[in-house]
Every structure is written in structure tokens, then in C-alpha cells.
């Protein structure tokens, strides 16, 4: 099996007919109901399978194969991904808390086909899940848990839901706990599924809620220990928020290949609009944003294996950039569709709306844009450039970020909750040195402006004050400055890595990498004076025979047999 056999399958099931066909998909959209037979086709073709790691019988071995799998669902629908795929990342509190008992035996009803929920947030809560106010207080050998979970992805579907609920009155780092709970096992009436909530996009998914009346769960629904639910939900949330922006790059690319066929046919005042440069270098901005969006995701991915102690900053630039690079993709797209991309009964263009309405939600999944810039707002002074970091023992970035590179194992027991090093952002001076040596198409006079904004950042983190409480909007914007600097150097480090692609069309005299870079730059505050001219090449590639599917190693990462 592989991510380009599912894609093949997609694609199949996507004919009239079919569980993936548009017009029945678009229905399921029109009345919020359901799209069942998108996920029995994919349960039937058996993705839960890579949901579920190795040990405990499932073939979730790499990340970035999960990756490549939930990006050629969400390429042709990213509602029926985010309903499918959430069965993820409702386990990966179980998977992380390293109870073989607990895992193998959700294990079994995932891999027969259990969706599975998360219940972190409860009205009015928002995302500080310090203020939760689910209990669970102790009822002989189990536990009695009161209070409602809400919004929750699958809450009515999902058999299983993995609950934080408070088990100390008193709260605080230590006081809540996570629960596995079984909802078929929960005496009668003492569970209850809270309406579907009306939402701007993935209108068909199963959002609602689930209400615990004094609901008895066995000692074994503890997963991880009694106090250790906050930890385990933030080692958990970097697993989940770099799965997450797979979603992301197939709504990207669903958007590019609707947009290229726009480009294409289009014509205005005579003339193809592909023919006119602003349309160009508009589609040619879009595509940079698509491969920088990549570049830092299959970083993040890799990163999970190999630096997994660094996941905790990894995973929040991740989260916090790349549906912010994807959704202003999507603008970009949107404004050379004009009218179309409002129109929902166009043939051929009447998707484009729903992906924009449906992929929204990305950002805010699993911890908003802000809630992810925040986390890494507090860890700034640990990750200053220019800070003597802690010595590394894992191997150079540029060589686990090889295509052809066979990750380590992922070991779960290795991710942690403070900020460490950053092995990616504090190779870029190597980089940008290498990259001198062999200069492609001018990248390296752009790579060398992001080293001095990246040194200036180190200057700029180094006069920060220490301060209580939330960060402060000058320190947001020092996230933020640090977050595009982090993706010019894994858009630097994926390029040394991978020599023996440089002959590809999209990376022939650094062409991708350059327009990563200026992106990169620009939003570092600095417009190199080549942007342009470097978005119309980028424009003319998704023009071109080579830009059906515009991806940096051409095809989608292949799963392991």
C-alpha cells in the first residue's frame, strides 16, 4: 500500500457514483449530514491501520507516511479527512502514555474501524484548558466523571472519547487527569451526545458535544497517571499539530490544481489569463507558499523521529505557520477565480469555496494560530540566536531530512514539554555557508539576507525583559519574525539535503527554494527586489506540463509495504 495507491483509489472513488463523488459530497455539505460512505471506503481500504502503531498491530511507523495519507484525502475532500482522520488524533494521548494494556486494547477497535474522539475544550473555556471544569473524582476502584466537553470532532460518532478532566478541586498543572472512556460501557443515561453545532465550513462533520452525568468509568480508563493528564495532552498536541497541517497541504493542493485549470482556459481583453504577468506572478506566489508550506511540514514530520525532545517547538511553529501559509494561498487563488470562487454550481470551479470554507478550521484545531505563537512567545530567551544551545546527539539535519533518509523509530517517551534546542534554525549559518559554495540562480544573496534577520532577531530576543503573564504583542511579533526564519532554514536544510533532486524542474536553479526565501523575507519585513520575477517562474512551472501537482519530490511520500 501506498500514499499514491490511496490517492489512485481517491480518485477512482471520486467518479459519479462514488463515495468521493463532489455532487454526493456536496449534498452531505448542503444538509450536514454525514459523508459515511467516504469514510467506509477509506475504513474498507484501511487507513485506521495507520493510526495505530506497529506494536500494537497497526502500521503507523513514520509520520510523514500518516502525513502523505491524510493529504491525498484532503486533496480531494477536507471534510472527509478532518472526520476520518480525527480517530488520530483522539489516540495519541493513549499511544503517548506508553500503557501497553490501555493502547492494545483501543488498538483493536481502531483497527476495526472505532472512530475515536478528543474532549479537550468545554464551553466558554476556549483553549485554556487550565480553567476545564470536567471532573472526575474517585468512586471506589474507578471514577465518576461530571460536566461537558464541547466542541469535540466524532463526539456522537466516535465509541471512545480520551477526556482531560479535573481530578484535583484545586486545578493547576497537576490537577487534571486523561480518561479513556468507553461510551457503550457507561451505565445508562449517563452519558449524553449534545446537538451537532452549525459551523462555517466541514459542515458535514460530526461537531457536537458530549455531556458526563456522574458516569462511572473503571480504573483502567486512567490513562497515564493521576495528575499527569496537562503534560500528557502537550506531548500529545505536538503529534497531533503536525498531523494536523496535512490537512493543510491537500486543501493547498486541490486549490492549485481548480486554480491552474482556471489559468489555463480563462481568457480576458483576447488574451489567456495565464498570459498576463500580475495573474502569473499571483498564481506563482501561491505556489511558493504551497512549497514552503511543505518544506516546514515534512520537516516537522521528520523532526518527530529524530529530534522528538524538540517536538514542543517544532510542532508549534508548525501548527501556528502552515495554515497561515495555506489560507493565504487560498486567497490568492481566490482573487485570480474572481466570481467563481463564490460560486458554488460552476463546473469545475464550484469546489473552490467549500475548501476555503473548510479549511479555516485548520488554524484552529488542536490550538489556534495565537495559542501556538503564544507557547512559543514564552520560550524565546531558551531559544535565542546566538545562545550557547545545548549540545545535540542526534544526527545533522541535513541528513535526516534526505528523501531516501529511513527515519528513526518514533519514540514517544523522548517528547517533552520545555523548550530545548532548535537543531533546524541553529544550522542555518552552515547552510547558508554551503549554499554560497554552489549558488543556485541567486539563491544565496537571499539566504544571506535571512542570516542577518536572523541575527537580528537574536539581538532583538536578547533585550526582552522577563514579564508574568501572557507575552506581550512586541513578543508575539518576535515569535512570529522567528517562526519565518525557522522556515527559511528548513526550506535551506531540505535543499542541501536532497542534491540528487536539484535536476527536478521545480528545483532546476533553485527555483522552489527561491521563492520560499522571498516569501520568508517578506514576511520578515524585508521585499526582495527579485520577488517577482521569481513568483513568475513559480507561475509559469504550475503552468507548465510539470505543474499538475505541484509538490517538492513530485509524487506523495510512499508507506512502507
Known amino acids: 500500500m501506498s500514499t499514491s495507491e490511496l490517492a489512485a483509489e481517491v480518485d477512482l472513488w471520486s467518479r459519479p457514483g462514488g463515495p468521493f463523488d463532489p455532487a454526493l459530497l456536496a449534498a452531505h455539505d448542503e444538509a450536514e449530514t454525514f459523508p459515511a460512505q467516504a469514510c467506509a471506503a477509506l475504513d474498507q481500504w484501511g487507513l485506521p491501520d495507520h493510526y495505530v502503531p ?104 466516535g465509541r471512545f472519547v480520551c477526556v482531560l478532566a479535573r481530578t484535583d478541586p484545586g486545578g493547576g498543572p497537576r490537577g487534571f487527569s486523561v480518561f479513556l472512556v468507553d461510551k457503550d460501557a457507561t451505565p445508562r443515561g449517563t452519558v449524553r451526545h449534545l446537538p451537532k453545532v452549525p459551523t462555517h465550513g466541514i459542515r458535514s462533520a460530526d461537531i457536537s458535544g458530549v455531556e458526563f452525568r456522574d458516569a462511572r468509568v473503571p480504573a483502567h480508563a486512567l490513562i497515564g497517571t493521576v495528575g499527569g493528564g496537562l503534560e500528557l495532552v502537550l506531548k500529545s498536541l505536538q503529534l497531533t499539530r503536525v498531523a494536523c497541517v496535512a490537512l493543510s497541504l491537500g486543501a493547498g493542493d486541490h486549490a492549485l490544481e481548480i486554480g491552474r485549470d482556471f489559468l489555463a482556459e480563462r481568457r480576458l481583453h483576447g488574451r489567456r489569463l495565464a498570459d498576463l504577468p500580475h495573474a502569473r506572478a499571483v498564481a506563482g506566489r501561491a505556489v511558493a507558499r504551497q512549497l514552503l508550506a511543505e518544506a516546514v511540514s515534512f520537516t516537522a514530520a521528520r523532526a518527530a523521529h529524530e529530534v522528538p525532545e524538540e517536538l514542543s517547538t517544532v510542532s508549534a511553529i508548525t501548527k501556528a505557520l502552515v495554515p497561515t501559509l495555506v489560507q493565504g494561498q487560498l486567497r490568492l487563488v481566490g482573487e485570480l477565480l474572481g466570481a467563481r470562487s463564490f460560486l458554488t454550481g460552476v463546473d469545475g470551479y464550484g469546489g473552490f469555496a467549500k475548501i476555503e470554507r473548510d479549511h479555516q478550521v485548520v488554524g484552529i484545531f488542536d490550538g489556534s494560530t495565537w495559542v501556538n505563537r503564544s507557547a512559543l512567545a514564552t520560550s524565546l530567551p531558551a531559544l535565542r540566536p546566538g545562545r550557547r544551545p545545548r549540545p545535540g546527539t542526534g544526527r545533522p539535519v541535513r541528513e535526516w531530512l534526505r528523501a531516501d533518509h529511513e527515519p528513526a523509530a518514533l519514540d514517544l517517551s523522548r517528547l517533552g514539554v ?144
Open 54 to 157: 506497529g506494536r500494537h498491530g497497526g502500521r503507523l511507523e513514520r509520520l510523514d507516511e500518516v502525513h502523505g495519507l491524510l493529504r491525498a484525502v484532503a486533496a480531494r475532500d477536507l471534510t472527509v479527512a478532518v472526520a476520518h482522520g480525527k480517530t488520530f488524533l483522539g489516540t495519541a494521548s493513549v499511544w503517548a502514555a506508553g500503557d501497553s494494556a490501555a493502547a492494545a486494547s483501543l488498538a483493536r477497535h481502531v483497527l476495526a474501524g472505532e472512530p475515536v474522539a478528543w474532549g479537550l475544550t468545554e464551553p466558554d473555556r476556549g483553549s485554556d484548558l487550565l480553567s476545564g471544569e470536567v471532573t472526575a473524582v474517585r468512586d471506589g476502584s474507578g471514577w465518576r466523571l461530571s460536566g461537558r466537553k464541547w466542541p469535540v470532532n466524532n463526539a456522537t460518532r
Open 418 to 561: 520545555m523548550p530545548r534546542r532548535d537543531s533546524v534554525l541553529g544550522a542555518l549559518g552552515e547552510l547558508v555557508a554551503a549554499l554560497t559554495a554552489e549558488p543556485p540562480g541567486g539563491a544565496d544573496r537571499l539566504a544571506a539576507r535571512l542570516l542577518d534577520a536572523h541575527g537580528d532577531l537574536g539581538t532583538r530576543i536578547a533585550a526582552l525583559r522577563p514579564a508574568a503573564g501572557l507575552p506581550a504583542t512586541a513578543t508575539m511579533r518576535l515569535a512570529e519574525r522567528y517562526e519565518w526564519c525557522f522556515a527559511g532554514a528548513a526550506a535551506l536544510a531540505v535543499w542541501a539535503a536532497n542534491p540528487q533532486a536539484h535536476d527536478r524542474p521545480a528545483w532546476r536553479e533553485g527555483l522552489w527554494l527561491r521563492g520560499a526565501l522571498a516569501l520568508a523575507l517578506e514576511g520578515l519585513g524585508t521585499r526582495p527586489p527579485e520577488a517577482n520575477a521569481v513568483f513568475d517562474e513559480l507561475g509559469r512551472l504550475l503552468l507548465s506540463d510539470d505543474g499538475a501537482r505541484v509538490s517538492l519530490f513530485g509524487t506523495p511520500v510512499e508507506v512502507s509495504a
